[in-house]
């Protein structure tokens, strides 16, 4: 099939952290396909990590929420911008799509567009409209970067890139140099970063993926007082108040950059830290792709299959060995009052960790 594919477009609707597992497919296939044109289509809070991606040539933007908004109003005027979504993806003459959706909510749109194959995930019969699938029942056992490179295996190619790729505009690594040098950090101080929210694609679930935020407070004294360490706390203007609760929990001061950022400065920033320290969610897996040492937080989700990839000494993990978790299983979440795999993780756990993985080479 690789002979007859010259320009393909990759769907995933879903937040940074899976966007960002998307990347290894991206530089496998911009390595592999020779002349490719790589399309993307994402959601309003993802694309300007894919409009940075040099490997990418169009970036689509499908935000459910404004889409449906726009239905609400005026239906006339979501069939228009429907339909020329569609026809500027048919434009740019797609040979095949890899849905990565999970649903059937893009069929219609790659039919309008002209893209007759179709790659994917069949999930509850939810890809019967694919014309090349893989059938599962969830992702288990394996990370989601390892299932979405199975993938390639139907365009005839072998992977080439497993890590997950970032690319930083120069304007906002300098932004970020220059915001750590205005707030009094010197370059050689050990930085470290914090970002006590994340998971914003969860909706208002995520606090369920949330470690408490005075244990976040309690790790960055920690740090702040045995390491001599500076301290920086990340996320996005909507997570103000978890941010400040975190900083008010300690007794020494921090750098708050909480909604001061955009997510590439974000990313900048954490390129300039020896560590973050995370929940599970988008933050992590942006230090990850920054280089940066991590300690992901992993409370009913499976490290396994969506922790930092790929596992390696530079990043730890944090979690509970108790018999209920991961109870994320199956895209779905078992119902749970006491949430003991988060509220059991001490601050002595993490702030260990923290020194172990800032001890890896």
């Given at each position: 099939m690789?002979?007859?594919i010259k320009?393909?477009?990759?769907?995933?609707p879903f937040?940074?952290?899976?966007?960002?597992?998307?990347t290894?497919l991206?530089?496998?296939?911009?390595?592999?396909i020779?002349?490719?044109g790589i399309?993307?289509?994402?959601?309003?809070?993802?694309?300007?990590?894919?409009?940075?991606?040099?490997?990418?040539?169009?970036v689509?933007?499908?935000e459910?929420?404004e889409?449906?908004?726009?239905?609400k109003?005026s239906?006339?005027g979501?069939?228009?911008?429907f339909?020329?979504?569609?026809k500027d993806?048919?434009d740019?003459?797609?040979d095949?799509?890899i849905?990565?959706s999970?649903?059937?909510?893009y069929?219609?749109?790659?039919?309008?567009a002209?893209?007759?194959?179709?790659?994917?995930?069949?999930y509850?019969?939810?890809?019967?409209?694919?014309t090349?699938?893989i059938e599962?029942?969830?992702?288990?056992?394996k990370?989601?970067?390892?299932?979405?490179?199975?993938l390639?295996r139907?365009?005839?190619i072998?992977?080439?890139?497993?890590g997950?790729s970032?690319?930083?505009p120069r304007q906002d690594?300098?932004w970020?140099?220059d915001f750590?040098?205005?707030?009094?950090?010197k370059?050689?101080e050990?930085?470290?970063?914090i970002a006590?929210?994340?998971?914003a694609?969860?909706g208002k679930?995520a606090a369920?993926?949330h470690?408490?935020?005075?244990?976040?407070?309690?790790v960055?004294?920690?740090?702040?007082?045995?390491l001599?360490?500076?301290?920086?706390?990340?996320?996005?203007?909507a997570?103000?108040?978890?941010?400040e609760?975190?900083?008010?929990?300690?007794?020494?001061?921090v750098?708050m950059?909480?909604g001061?950022?955009?997510?590439?400065?974000?990313?900048?920033l954490?390129?300039l830290?020896?560590?973050?320290?995370?929940n599970?969610g988008?933050?992590?897996?942006?230090?990850v792709?920054?280089?940066t040492r991590?300690?992901?937080?992993f409370g009913?989700?499976?490290?396994?299959v969506?922790g930092q990839y790929?596992?390696?000494g530079r990043?730890k993990?944090?979690k509970e060995?108790?018999?209920?978790?991961?109870?994320?299983?199956?895209f779905?979440?078992?119902?749970?009052a006491?949430?003991k795999?988060?509220?059991?993780?001490?601050?002595e756990?993490?702030?260990?960790a923290?020194?172990?993985?800032?001890?890896?080479g």
């Amino acid at each position: 099939m690789q002979n007859n594919i010259k320009n393909i477009l990759i769907i995933n609707p879903f937040g940074i952290g899976d966007v960002l597992f998307t990347t290894p497919l991206i530089e496998s296939l911009s390595a592999r396909i020779e002349g490719s044109g790589i399309g993307f289509l994402c959601n309003r809070r993802t694309e300007p990590l894919l409009r940075a991606n040099p490997k990418i040539k169009w970036v689509f933007v499908y935000e459910k929420d404004e889409l449906r908004a726009l239905w609400k109003r005026s239906k006339a005027g979501y069939i228009k911008k429907f339909f020329a979504l569609a026809k500027d993806i048919r434009d740019k003459k797609f040979d095949a799509v890899i849905d990565l959706s999970l649903t059937r909510e893009y069929w219609f749109l790659c039919f309008l567009a002209g893209i007759r194959e179709s790659i994917g995930f069949n999930y509850k019969g939810r890809g019967s409209y694919l014309t090349r699938k893989i059938e599962i029942k969830g992702y288990s056992g394996k990370h989601v970067i390892e299932y979405y490179l199975e993938l390639l295996r139907f365009i005839g190619i072998e992977p080439v890139h497993k890590g997950i790729s970032l690319y930083v505009p120069r304007q906002d690594k300098e932004w970020a140099r220059d915001f750590l040098k205005t707030n009094g950090i010197k370059e050689g101080e050990l930085l470290i970063g914090i970002a006590p929210a994340g998971g914003a694609s969860w909706g208002k679930a995520a606090a369920i993926k949330h470690w408490r935020s005075e244990g976040f407070g309690g790790v960055a004294d920690r740090l702040i007082e045995e390491l001599g360490a500076k301290v920086i706390v990340l996320g996005s203007d909507a997570e103000a108040g978890i941010c400040e609760k975190a900083a008010n929990a300690m007794r020494n001061r921090v750098l708050m950059a909480c909604g001061k950022t955009t997510l590439l400065r974000s990313a900048a920033l954490m390129s300039l830290c020896g560590l973050v320290i995370a929940n599970d969610g988008g933050p992590l897996h942006l230090a990850v792709a920054a280089g940066t040492r991590t300690v992901g937080i992993f409370g009913p989700v499976d490290e396994k299959v969506y922790g930092q990839y790929p596992p390696a000494g530079r990043h730890k993990t944090v979690k509970e060995d108790i018999e209920c978790r991961p109870c994320y299983k199956g895209f779905k979440m078992k119902e749970c009052a006491e949430r003991k795999c988060l509220s059991g993780i001490s601050a002595e756990d993490v702030f260990k960790a923290a020194k172990e993985a800032l001890a890896a080479g």
